[in-house]
């Protein structure tokens, strides 16, 4: 029974002290799952009785959409976002609303201000971020998958951090209608689940084009390919920048696509250098201007008064931008380092089908130790290009080091959604 099952997760969720979920409604659901129960026109739907976590940056009516800040924690959803309409009308339900990094800005789960959350893989540290509560609503087993958002890496650094698969779909091939804007032009919404299937379940679930967010595209169901006669190009400079131990564990995923027929190619990006002051100068300006409606008089709090650390650095400094732009001294710079890193990008892909390497450079460090922003930063080093290529990039599980989980990121070119998802299934089962 549906029912059943959700009153399980819900008791699993009132005794975790892991800290993932920040809005839940028990009686709502489980009212929910009781009227699905009874609705036969779901039962063949392939999500159908799937209890699904969403983050707290993307509407969902009746719950509180609050980004984990002060600044929206009286907001409450008057409307399903795009994505959670088409779960609810493939069977799913939504079990509640999962905790993150403030507006989505951070990559350790730690500046919501509903405290941290941990990472069930290796408790005494972070879980990664910013989707921190729904990788580990699913690496705890809250709930049957979740639901999180990319900007530069959201998904995959904590799909990383806890052991669990993440996917960033290409940009445009998910609607974003219904999720609070960090940065416009990066973000996209993905899966993060227990294995490569679900991923691509849940990816052909939530994707098409939404005429309510005109940059979506309709794309073909994404189905299972043969990848055993792919080219995988190994970056030498994603390899170079990553913790030797780290390497280590990757090299061994490597071998895996070598033993599955895969011809390795050694590949190289000379922008690198470029990933994280290009990214986040445009994270910054963009970001500045999506804040630019919390000023207090719909949702609550003006929030620069409200907000964290790090959101009013990210505020400040984006003003500080804009207000300069007409020297076009920053901005304008950085997008034109963006346009050189697409092209670079994509270029590689005309020597290999996909592109194999380490997720995040470095170990989760543990919950509470003191990490300056350039630190916190530097773990995005391999997420950022993905966002700002437009690109598609999903992660699976790849060993572990003294018990935390290490990630493998699979890159694959713009639209070649189906290629990158086939690759996590196959290195999943060949592992
Ligand atoms: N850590 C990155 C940032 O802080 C990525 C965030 C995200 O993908 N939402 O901007």
Redesign the pocket.
Known sequence: MITDRVSDYLEKIEKSDVNAFIDVNGEKVLKEAEELEKNDALKNKPLYGKIVAVKSNINVKGYKISCASKTLEKYVGTYDATVVKKLRSQGALIVGMTNM?EF????SGETSCYGPTKNPAAMDRIPG???SGSAAAVAADLCDMAIG???????R?PASHCGIVGFKPSYGVVSRQGLCD??MS??QIGPLTKNAEDALVLTNAIKGIDRSDSTSLETPKFEKKDISNYKIGVVKEFMDVTDEKIRNEIEKGIEVFKDMGCKIVDLSYKYIDLALPT??LI?YVEFFSATRKYDGRRYGEFIEEACGE?VLRRILIGKHISEQEFSGKYYKKALQARKSMKKEMLGLFNSADLIVGPTVPKLPHKLGEDVSPME??A??VL??PT?ICGICSGVVRCGNIQGVPVGLQIQGAPLEDEKVLSAMIEFEKNY
């Open positions: 990094d989505a800005g951070g990559s971020g910013s989707s958002s990319d900007t530069g890496g959201s998904i650094n960090l940065a990066f973000d990214y986040y994270n790090e916190m930063y773990y995005d997420t950022v966002n």
